[in-house]
């Protein structure tokens, strides 16, 4: 009921390249071509993420490009790990220690029942755990946990199997339970990959890797099987992230150095604690581009006495282990969810969804405690009276669902998002700039809608804010050229000075992207000394990007009628991204234009070996069309985009 509301709403950021305007996810039919290409067709990891794709073109086949029903959807997703979040905390908070079960008709069961409910229903109410449901495309991260908590729980079942004696079987399963849902997991988003290392911290609190009450000791086994499926894949993701990781140029698009990156994600991850249990609007601000980044151990200060609190928090794990399991379990959960966003790779450095589990590791570590309730795993547990921390715990979800049900609300509309998320991030380029875009939408490009007039002022703002990329300045050229207002020339000399100031990120690439497709399609007209002036700061960097390579290929060849110049950019593409369908496509309908009938059965050959499934079919189909009648005449003077 509290996430209703918020159905209503539209798209927002990342839901564009990943869904909206990713014709991969639209399938016009169910057939196995289209399907693959759908899982194939993730701009946001390398993996492609298939099954969450794969979760957008079946929303799409059934309801088209509406986002209430791809949010109802994840609503529903948010609801089933609600029910294994409730599962796994009734089979974990059953357990005295090492395994022991309490029997089903025991009055201690009931508590255990109580506590994981209240368990699942205030992390299911959580505000940090709202854009894991309402913002479409953190489905990615939703439905990979569906994997995780399903199995954890199986593990534990599995697990209380060995303590009964039925090794061999229980052993299986739970194996199983830990390598199969990481698999599946792993095809919706990364984050699934997380899962031994969560069963391998649950096994060392809660079963001390032994296996039956007559065998106390470790097994050898069990610490021989993790150190084989965690060790191996450790092993081949740092031989695959560190020259990466280790070369300059993978951070040049970005604010920030490895050293700074792991300095500000000290603050960043205490500060989830506090946003997790003590939220507060201002810091759920969804939009975190204007988060200041730590340059030393004492720039802020608070990076410091950051780096204490996890070192504390290590030590707690170490201290409480034995006499309170469930508080190190948590502790230990919530800083190993962070390992895989919040340390070397080179990722944005804050987002609210990164804490979907981790979330769960600190309400698992505080909620028993605040319940008061007499649970077999919390003996020795201490502190004030259970009235006082009840209260507590009620006021907290109380709180929680009470900010989670303002937001929604918000979220049920994008205008009124947009400006709630400006007003909680007034220095957030994002924020400000996604304000400016809702208020263009709104104007339907009409010069006498007061929508018109405030786009304005969040545009310019957003422009000068530090940091910032190319868009604002993108947006306020795009509206004022399609309602034929002049455009000041401050803002081509402030887009083109930061072309040149530093590498292009993905919202620089989409800028030009925009405005290459507007001025090809005659909708806009742009001045084109003006944008050659911004392509070619674009591509006085080292190693442009195939998407710059390709754009610039484009308004080459569309716009400029510089047919040399298009077609060379669009075979440095190809050779830079050879596994992109798209790219050999437009290059093999350039060079039939241009009557190279044998180049454009090159690439058609290289396509044909990228057609997983048939899901080029129909483009390799109608290359050869093109290439036959060329064959039969004389090359036609079109555009390799029609």
Not at 334 to 360: D, K, M
Request: aromatic share 8%; charged share 15%; proline share 7%.
């Amino acid at each position: 009921m509290i996430y209703l509301p918020g159905l209503s709403g539209g798209w927002l950021f990342d839901d564009y390249p990943n869904i909206v305007d990713n014709p991969g996810v639209q399938p016009q039919h169910g057939s196995l071509g289209a399907l693959i290409s759908a899982a194939l067709s993730s701009p946001a990891s390398d993996f492609k993420r298939p099954l969450a794709s794969l979760s957008f073109a079946a929303n799409y086949l059934v309801s088209g490009l509406d986002p209430s029903a791809m949010k109802l959807t994840n609503l529903v997703i948010h609801l089933l790990n609600g029910v294994l979040v409730f599962v796994l905390m009734r089979l974990l908070l059953a357990m005295p220690r090492h395994g022991r079960t309490v029997p089903a008709e025991a009055p201690l069961n009931r508590h255990a029942q109580l506590v994981a409910a209240l368990i699942a229903g205030a992390w299911m109410l959580l505000p940090i755990n709202l854009t894991a449901v309402l913002y479409v495309v953190q489905r990615m991260e939703s439905l990979a946990n569906l994997f995780v908590l399903g199995g954890l729980a199986g593990y534990i079942a599995a697990r209380q199997e060995m303590w009964r004696g039925r090794r061999v079987a229980g052993g299986i399963t739970a194996a199983l339970s830990i390598t199969v849902p990481a698999g599946l997991g792993l095809l919706a988003k990364e984050t699934a990959v997380m899962l031994p290392l969560y069963a391998l911290l649950l096994e060392w609190v809660m079963f001390d890797f032994a296996i039956g009450p007559e065998r106390p000791r470790r097994e050898k086994g069990l610490i021989a099987f993790y150190a084989l499926i965690l060790g191996i894949p450790l092993i081949a993701g740092l031989c695959w992230l560190l020259p990466g990781v280790l070369n300059p140029a993978t951070w040049a698009t970005r604010d920030f150095g490895l050293d700074q990156r792991l300095l500000s994600e000290a603050r960043i991850v205490v500060g989830y604690v506090f946003w997790t249990l003590t939220p507060w609007p201002h810091a759920l601000s969804f939009y975190h581009d204007d988060y200041p980044i730590s340059t030393g151990l004492l720039q802020p200060w608070t990076t410091l006495t950051s780096l204490l609190a996890l070192l504390a928090m290590v030590i707690a794990i170490i201290r409480f282990r034995r006499g309170q399991p469930l508080l190190a379990l948590g502790l230990a959960w919530f800083l190993s969810a962070q390992l895989l966003t919040g340390t070397i790779i080179p990722l944005e450095l804050v987002y609210e969804h990164r804490n979907y589990f981790a979330s769960l590791g600190l309400l698992l570590a505080v909620i028993p405690w605040l319940a008061g309730l007499s649970l077999p795993a919390l003996a020795g547990a201490a502190g004030p009276g259970r009235l006082p921390r009840r209260i507590v715990l009620a006021l907290a979800l109380i709180g929680w669902g009470g900010m989670t049900a303002v937001t929604a609300w918000d979220w049920g509309s994008p205008l009124r998002l947009a400006q709630t998320l400006a007003e909680r991030a007034p220095d957030s380029p994002r924020a400000q700039y996604e304000l400016g875009r809702t208020y263009i939408v709104y104007s339907h490009y009409d010069r006498s809608s007061p929508y018109t007039r405030a786009a304005y002022a969040p545009l310019e703002h957003a422009a000068i804010l530090p940091g910032s990329s190319i868009l604002p300045q993108q947006a306020l050229i795009f509206m004022n050229a399609r309602m034929g207002l002049p455009l000041k020339p401050e803002w081509w000399d402030s887009m083109i000075a930061k072309l040149k100031a530093r590498p292009l990120g993905v919202q620089d690439d989409s800028s030009l992207a925009a405005l290459t497709d507007c001025t090809r399609d005659g909708i806009c007209h742009l001045p084109k000394d003006r944008m050659t002036d911004a392509f070619q700061a674009a591509m006085d960097h080292p190693h442009p990007t195939p998407r710059l390579m390709a754009t610039y290929g484009d308004y080459a060849w569309n716009v400029l009628r510089n047919r040399d110049l298009g077609l060379n950019l669009l075979q440095r593409t190809v050779a830079s991204a050879p596994h992109e369908p798209a790219y050999h496509i437009t290059l093999a309908r350039m060079l039939v234009v241009q009557g190279d009938a044998a180049g454009a059965r090159q690439q058609v050959t290289a396509l044909q070996q990228l057609n997983l499934g048939g899901r080029l079919d129909g483009d390799i189909a109608n290359l050869q069309q093109r290439i036959q009648r060329l064959s039969q005449s004389a090359p036609e003077a079109a555009s390799p985009r029609n």
